[in-house]
């Protein structure tokens, strides 16, 4: 295989030696050019021989001098010089099978790409790893790969999964752990179908892995309104909630006992479900999986009350009114820090508004899931004061624009107010409200 150059980049070692716009490139000093991966391994020494192909197809080799670990600059029209991986599977709890109609094609796109894991920390299910990059993931030490196991037991993977090599492909994990390769592990739990005893039986398993397994969280299916035709699934109960913690806490604890390191980690919204108390710092270690939902309220909580404490300006230039739209399940925190803000600074008032999520049904209760639209109804003909706080997890990604299509100038237009994304994090979230 080869891929075609877009272009180089001046000033970079590639520019002046030949390499030029429609090569195809083939090989780096005698290693074969697929795709990202192959080209990020293979460019990292000092000298490089370089096969390309002309866009007439003559057959040439460009010698490169440079530092080590610098890049070629040699540009391609996309990031990883090919197709992203399309999911292969029909998960009964799948998110993206839960969305309405009509929103931009790319949303109903279902990724899993092991590439992507490594590059920017997404979940793989293995479902469509093939033996060639199985081994390109040992060989070039591609770690943590980062895994939707959802349930150890290959039986049921497969039955939620919908696909019939949803099983045999756990087989990979072993393999990853034999070679030094560390994972991070991923279960979207279901009610009745692969909690209580199953949930048992997949971290044991995980467990088995130890040392390569790093963390496990364990989040709560997302149901949206839009599940016609799909398979009859239930939300968890703050009872239900409760029993899942106590499953993992009891896990850590007798795995403490023997020496091993926390693994498992409830998600946030189990904690909030049941009315249990949220943990405190200690719980999460380095916060392993704070991009699955897992500690994002105690980290925040702790930041803010932190920088809070820190902060010498207590009071302002003048007064201040601010407004922040949540979703419901963030609502009670966002309410605790804004009262702590407003006793602590002088001339600082903050009202926060709870949004219920009309667009995807009132049981999606986090924050990242509000769409503009529901933001409008919510607020419209409110005195929102000097400026709305959004959370910038609502947004598409490096985007302006809800998943809704509404974008964050359209809803300051329309609420007459000015609109900042704030993201989930402490000392941010005080800069907005005082207005830095």
């Known amino acids: 295989m080869s891929v ?11 520019a002046g030696k030949g ?9 780096i000093n005698g290693n ?59 998960c009964i709890f799948c998110f993206i099978d839960q969305l309405p109609s009509g929103l931009r094609d790319s949303l109903y796109f279902k990724d899993d790409d092991s590439r992507l894991s490594f590059l920017f920390g997404n979940y793989i299910t293995l479902t469509n790893l093939t033996r060639r990059e199985a081994d390109r993931i040992i060989k070039m030490r591609l770690s ?46 279901c009610p009745g179908i692969n909690d209580g005893a199953a949930l048992e039986y997949s971290l044991s398993q995980l467990l088995d892995l130890h040392p390569a397994t790093q963390s496990v969280a364990v989040v709560p ?48 919204e189990f904690f909030i479900k049941s009315g249990k108390d949220m943990p405190g ?28 404490e820190s902060f010498s300006g207590n009071v302002l230039g003048g007064s201040r009114e601010v407004t922040i739209a949540t979703g419901e399940a963030a609502y009670p925190l966002m309410l605790f820090l804004s009262e702590k803000a407003a006793q602590a600074i002088q001339g600082l008032h903050v009202k926060v508004v709870k949004v219920t999520n009309s667009f995807f049904g009132e049981d999606i209760t986090v924050s990242g899931l509000l769409t503009g639209g529901d933001i409008f109804c919510r607020l419209s003909n409110q005195s929102l004061g000097d400026e709305l706080l959004i959370p910038l997890s609502s947004l598409r990604h490096e ?9 964050v100038a359209e809803l300051g237009e329309k609420l007459d107010v000015s609109v900042r994304a704030v993201a989930n994090s402490g000392s941010e979230l005080l800069l907005a409200l005082i207005g830095g």
């Open 19 to 27: 390499v030029r716009a429609g090569d195809k490139l083939v090989a």
């Open 281 to 308: 710092m200690d719980y999460y270690g380095d916060f392993p999986q704070l991009e699955n939902g897992v500690g994002m309220w105690t980290l925040l909580k702790e930041e803010f009350l932190s920088e809070l």
């Open 221 to 268: 299916v997302g149901l949206t309104k839009h599940r016609e035709g799909l398979h009859k699934l239930e939300g968890y109960t703050p009872k239900q909630a409760g029993e899942v913690i106590d499953i993992i806490d009891r896990f850590n604890n007798e795995n403490a006992a023997s020496g091993f390191p926390k693994m498992a980690f409830a998600a946030d």
């Open 144 to 189: 943590p790969v980062n895994v939707s196991v959802h349930t150890m037991d290959p039986c049921l993977r497969v039955k939620m999964m919908g696909n019939k090599t949803a099983g045999d492909c756990l087989s990979y994990l072993r393999e990853f752990a034999d070679s030094g390769i560390k994972i991070n592990a991923q279960i979207v739990l």
């Open 4 to 14: 075609v150059v877009f272009g180089v980049a001046e000033n970079s070692p590639c």
């Open 399 to 407: 985007e302006d624009i809800f998943l809704d299509g509404m974008t």
């Open 32 to 90: 074969e050019i697929n795709d990202v991966l192959d080209y990020q391994f293979h460019i990292k020494e000092e000298k490089l021989v370089i096969e390309l192909h002309s866009a007439r197809g003559r057959r040439k080799k460009v010698k490169i001098k440079k530092s080590e670990n610098e890049d070629l600059g040699i540009l391609f029209e996309t990031y990883l010089m090919d197709k992203q991986r399309r999911c292969a599977n029909k």
